[in-house]
């Protein structure tokens, strides 16, 4: 009996060091693949706005898009398919990752609106049925990759380790941690975020200058812009919704879909007199953090543009184009209710990222390393509003409600 119980320690102990070392090879995989992304889609935004002619080829990257899914045979699988695979609801192809690599660069490289943690999702969840297969991982141990997959990537594309993988482990299900796959994510999270800097990758963080001490008057107006983002964030995933089952069912051809949308983003583009609202808009959060500058209609019009971009099927993500709609609406509805910019910016932010992900705890850790740690009292308070009132709202149809959630 002693016999069999070393035996079963040993067992257990070689079992634990081998799924550690594939979670750290998938992190460290996460991280020069994230980081490819990332560079890759940063020279084609700097090519297209040194270039803006490139505006006129977004109908053939469309045609390209299209074609790259239809030769690897992953038309219709995105982010929802891979969440729907964590919880083992689907089977994922790791044929998706170079889909998504390659047709969200070109999406940014003609000035589509789209973001890219989408992507990054899409990508470590391919890439990680991809090892899972390789290393002749069981169907749990697989389901254990794709959240290792998902944060790894998330975590390089965007620099922010500790919301990256606790995203991963709470956007599956509303309202409860997947721990089962807790350790895996972490460890591939931060092992790719390592990665990554070591390789020069670039992390998104924002200086809020000035963060208002806390009275009563200050409180009610973070009501306000809690509600404002909770309100826009519903119309936002609304239209999101709405549009793409619209576009299918007026245009079913998927080339004549994408070539329609690009063309109306191209004249949407004129119509406005600006390139802003074109790619994921990076460059406009950090203006408005950095001289305090928006236009108080840019929230609507990224919305308007990227309903139509991701409606008619080019790839890259919304999560950047949430960010940006949060940062201009929050420093438009702060300006009128006497908040620093910055501030009522990143606080928008934060609460509009909870209210389409319905993922509080990733998003109180986005807020900590976006931010560097300020003002978390006041994202708390954006965050419980927007989490508790948003109901089943969310960018992710195949996301599972659980506790009070389910009861909308």
Known sequence: SLSNR???????????VKLTSIYLFIGVFCGVVGTLFSK???????????????????????????????????????????IASADGKTVLTYKLAPAVFFASILSHLCGASVGREGAALQIGGGSAIFFSKFF???????????????????????????????????????????FPAAIGAFISSFTSYYTAVL??????????????EINFSVLWKILVLSLLALAVGI???????????????????????????????????FAVGSYDYNG???????????????????????????????????KGGEIVPTLFIGATLGAFGGTLLGLPVAFS????????FCCVTNCPLASMFLAAELFFGKGLGYFFIAVIINFCLSGKISLYSTQKSLGFKALF
């Open 345 to 352: 910016a990143a606080l928008c932010m934060i609460s509009l």
């Open 280 to 314: 994921a808009g990076i460059h406009v959060i950090e203006k408005v953090f950095r001289d305090n500058t928006f236009v108080p209609t840019a929230f609507a019009l990224k919305i308007l543009f990227t309903c139509i971009s991701v409606g008619v099927g080019f």
């Open 199 to 212: 390789l020069g990758a670039h992390s998104e963080r924002f200086v809020i200058s000035v963060v208002p």
């Open 6 to 16: 070393g035996g079963d320690f040993v067992n257990k102990l070689i079992s634990s």
């Open 136 to 178: 002749k991982l069981s169907e749990k141990q697989e389901k254990t990759l794709i959240y290792c997959g998902m944060a790894g990537v998330f975590s390089s594309v965007f620099g922010t380790p500790l919301s990256a993988a606790v995203f991963a482990l709470e956007v599956v299900f509303v309202g409860r941690i997947y």
């Open 40 to 82: 890759g889609v940063s020279l084609a935004t700097n090519i297209r706005q040194e270039n803006p002619w490139l505006l006129y080829f977004l109908p053939l990257a469309g045609i390209f898009s299209v074609l790259i899914y239809k030769f690897l045979k992953v038309t219709n699988i995105g982010t929802n398919q891979v």
């Open 235 to 269: 119309i936002f995933c609304f239209c999101l919704k709405h549009v793409k089952t619209l576009f299918k069912k007026l245009i079913k051809n998927d080339f004549l879909r994408i070539v329609f949308g690009a063309i109306a983003i191209v004249l949407l583009t």
